[in-house]
């Protein structure tokens, strides 16, 4: 798991990534923060998220994006697994980190799938 | 029943020393602690409070010889004899195979040693275990000090089931190696001998279904696996 | 008889031992126990070496019975998963099913997320074969009381009991 997170951040403009269980916990983390602070508020945001999505009787949550004025925060659902936080500088190709996060995602799905 | 581990040949086994506060139960594994020869030693861990009164249990795990193979282990443990820590005593029983009652011989006493003896009939009772079925050894203890009741009032009062007891006085280590011995064989022999429902859980709830899985019994000597 | 005493079979703690192996190497813990709620233990792997594991066994056990107690003040019969977190080595112990603890011992080269999200993945297979374990059929009588008794005497020694200890 910790490989796919590097890997994801040799991406032009991911600054680094976290994965974090439903309860707000790092399970595996390339982060050069406080990453017990992003991950605790990050499934803050994807619990309120989801949520407001049950509200309008929506899908589930697949992925966000935040964005705040100095960057990007993308945030991936992974079922049973938890989110993939990935935070990027501001301007970058979004597109690209999409696809890259799809990737990695179903990387550490199989992973959990293998366990 | 105690445990079987075919795979590392070990039969291990649980066993309390319960009475009431300051009868001498942290001595006796004290005592075993340093003087039982060939047991493989190691810690005897206590968690006392300042007083040297036992807060949760006193633990040690003893390696007593070899039956046909099987490595022989007992887990010694204690409870706090004070009336007050009552939650402690019941946690400390839970799985137990066999118990040392240890008695205090002083006359000023024998009310609390009825009384602790109730108190673990009652516990047992939670685990659906009987106090009149559970292996069990009494030991009267203290027979040293002046004001001792006599051994055959100790009896009528203590022991109507007529099981194995022993005079000791446990600072001097005198009676702790037969009580163990005696508590150990007890334990062991009762191996194979369902006398009553065990409870699938070691708490207190649920049904009653542990016993009877209608496999034919097998030899603990037998290496087939099922 | 009694409580909760185990049968168990080479091959049985074999398959335990290969899955919580298998939760050691993918979660990077140090040290798992497989603990009955009584505090004995049942398997052990990992770097078991330097630490007593029968003392870990009982005392975990006896933690864990602490915490229910304090779990139903708070209105929850018992919790599932208690966590102790030190400077350097962490401990993580969840309830596997009614009867059986695994515990997981760990340091700063992994984190309790992980430890986690293994021990989630490992659960249901281990509780499949403990099962098994509790359904195994009890064991015949392994000797007389006299057999028993006998071999204890090289242990401890004499094997008469000493003046007026003898069963009336």
Not at chain 2, 61 to 79: A, D, M, S
Not at chain 2, 105 to 125: H, I, T
Not at chain 2, 172 to 181: A, R
Not at chain 3, 81 to 100: A, M, N, V, W, Y
Request: net charge negative; proline share 5%.
């Amino acid at each position: 798991m910790k490989k796919v997170l590097q890997e994801l951040g040799e991406v032009e403009g991911i600054v680094g990534s976290l994965i974090v269980d439903a309860d707000g916990i790092p399970i595996v983390e390339c982060l050069d923060a406080d990453s017990e602070l992003v991950a605790a508020t990050c499934v803050q945001i994807v619990n309120s998220v989801r949520d407001a999505l049950a509200k309008l009787e929506e899908d589930r949550l697949v992925q966000a994006l935040i964005e705040p004025a100095e960057g990007k925060i993308f945030l991936r659902e992974i079922p049973d697994v938890g989110t993939l936080v990935a935070v990027s500088e501001k301007n970058v190709n979004v597109g690209l980190i999409r696809l890259a996060l799809s990737s990695a995602s179903e990387k550490i799905r199989a992973y959990r799938e293998a366990l | 029943m105690p445990t079987i581990d075919y795979a590392n040949k070990e039969i291990s086994c649980k066993i309390v020393y319960y009475g009431p506060g300051l009868c001498g139960k942290t001595t006796n594994l004290q005592l075993i602690h340093r003087d039982v020869p060939g047991i493989n030693k190691t810690n005897l861990v206590s968690l006392a409070t300042e007083k040297d009164r036992t807060l949760f249990f006193d633990f040690l795990p003893v390696t007593l010889g070899e039956i046909k193979g099987f490595k022989i282990r007992f887990q010694l443990y204690t409870v706090p004899g004070q009336v007050y820590y009552n939650a402690t005593r019941k946690l400390v029983l839970s799985g137990v195979d066999g118990i040392v009652y240890v008695v205090d011989s002083q006359r000023s006493k024998l009310q609390e040693n009825l009384d602790m003896m109730q108190n673990l009939r009652e516990n047992l009772a939670e685990y659906r275990m009987d106090l009149a079925t559970i292996p069990m050894v009494l030991q009267y203890n203290k027979r040293d000090l002046p004001g001792i009741v006599p051994v055959e009032e100790l009896q009528r009062a203590m022991n109507p089931r007529g099981l194995p007891w022993f005079e000791a006085v446990a600072v001097q280590g005198i009676g702790v190696k037969e009580t163990l011995k005696a508590i150990a064989t007890l334990t062991l022999s009762r191996i194979g001998k369902r006398t009553q429902a065990a409870p699938r859980d070691g708490a207190a709830a649920g049904p009653s279904n542990a016993t009877d899985t209608g496999q034919p019994k097998r030899s603990i000597f037998r290496k087939t696996n099922p | 008889m009694g409580g909760g005493g185990v049968v168990i079979y080479d091959e049985q703690l074999t398959r335990i031992n290969s899955l919580i192996g298998h939760l050691l190497k993918e979660s990077d813990a140090k040290c798992a126990l497989l603990v009955g709620k009584d505090g004995r233990t049942i398997a052990r792997q990992g770097f078991t070496r330097t630490i007593d594991t029968d003392q870990l066994g009982a005392l975990v056990a006896g933690a864990f019975s602490a915490s229910k107690a304090v779990a139903e003040l708070i209105g929850e019969p018992e919790f599932s998963t208690l966590f102790h977190q030190g400077k350097h080595e962490s401990i993580q112990i969840h309830l596997l099913d009614p009867r059986t603890l695994l515990v997981v011992t760990f340091d700063e080269r992994t984190t309790v997320g992980m430890v986690r999200l293994v021990t989630k993945a490992v659960s249901g297979s281990l509780r499949e074969i403990l099962q098994a374990v509790y359904d195994n059929p009890d064991v015949e009588e392994i000797g007389t009381p006299e057999e028993i008794a006998s071999t204890f005497d090289g242990v401890f020694g004499d094997s008469e009991p000493k003046g007026g200890s003898k069963q009336p």
